[in-house]
């Protein structure tokens, strides 16, 4: 479906929502899809400037409200700042989306500094930075959503310590957050998705035929597939789930 045939969407007309890392995979197919359903988007990127361009191009022809900004999720600064425009651009928020992530797969004795750091930057502090922020800005009964994974429950192969770690993290994490933010309305989640065809996990090769022998349902999950979830979790209908760990995962954790 495309985003011009589908600009009949109503559930989040009104709102501004920001993605942080809707350059690519599971973040752009939810840009497309809050767009689609009437919100604003905004979304940062680190390096796709060309494909963010052509994201906005196509929300935009289609009707819709879109901002690309380049801010890396290693910079607090970067962060806030981003937020910022995006309220004074769009006038508030009420959605926020952390799905920027990076995966350093590699054995304990191998993984450099570098990459313990960098994926603890991405993957944990930039949602700890980008919620606090979004958390001085949202209006009552607004949204905060990661997309952490279902690794955080399951890693069933070598070299996924530090990745395991990152979104094990991100569970702690959305439980207290909603209990800070429940008294204005504002709901906190975690969707963990399983293997998802994307630039980071493709959906081709040895890792994944021996990822999809894991699963109840043998296959791997289109980027549509988690958008839709979250955009659902975003909705008005979705307004009692909060503090929740929500596994989309075709059955990798079962
Ligand atoms: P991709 O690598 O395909 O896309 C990553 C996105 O995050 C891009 O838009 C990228 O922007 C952005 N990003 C990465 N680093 C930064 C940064 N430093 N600053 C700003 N933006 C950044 O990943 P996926 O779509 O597969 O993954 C998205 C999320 O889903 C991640 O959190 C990942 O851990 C999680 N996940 C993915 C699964 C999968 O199987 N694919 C399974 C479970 C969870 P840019 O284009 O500019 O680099």
Do not use: C, W
């Not at 800005?137 to 952490?148: A, C, K, M, P």
């Not at 955009?231 to 954790?253: K, M, Q, V």
Request: glycine share 12%; proline share 2%.
């Amino acid at each position: 479906m495309t985003t011009q045939a589908s600009l009949n969407g109503t559930a989040l007309n009104g709102k501004v929502a920001f993605v942080q890392g809707g350059s690519r995979g599971i973040g752009a197919a939810i840009v497309k899809r809050l767009a689609r359903d009437g919100a604003a988007v905004a979304f940062t990127y680190s390096q796709s400037a060309q494909q963010s361009e052509g994201l906005v191009a196509e929300i935009v022809a289609a009707g819709g409200k879109a901002l690309a900004i380049r801010a890396d999720s290693a910079s607090e600064q970067a962060i806030r700042g981003a937020i910022s425009q995006a309220v004074e651009t769009f006038g508030g928020l009420d959605i926020l989306v952390n799905n920027a992530g990076v995966l350093a797969v590699a054995p304990i004795e191998q993984l450099s500094m570098e990459d313990i750091d960098r994926t603890l930057s991405i993957n944990v502090r930039s949602v700890v930075i980008a919620s606090q922020e979004a958390a001085r800005h949202l209006r009552d009964n607004g949204r905060i959503i990661t997309i952490g994974s279902t690794n955080a429950d399951r890693i069933p192969f070598a070299g996924g310590s530090i990745y395991a770690l990152s979104k094990s993290a991100i569970v702690g994490f959305t439980k207290g957050l909603s209990r800070d933010l429940g008294g204005r309305g504002i709901t906190v989640n975690n969707v963990q998705p399983g293997p998802v065809d994307t630039d980071m996990n493709p959906d081709s090769g040895d890792f994944a035929d021996t990822l999809k022998q894991g699963m109840a349902l043998g296959r791997y999950g289109k980027v549509e597939e988690i958008a839709s979830f979250v955009s659902y979790l975003a909705g008005p209908e979705a307004g009692y789930i909060t503090g929740a760990n929500l596994t989309i995962d075709g059955g990798f954790a079962a």
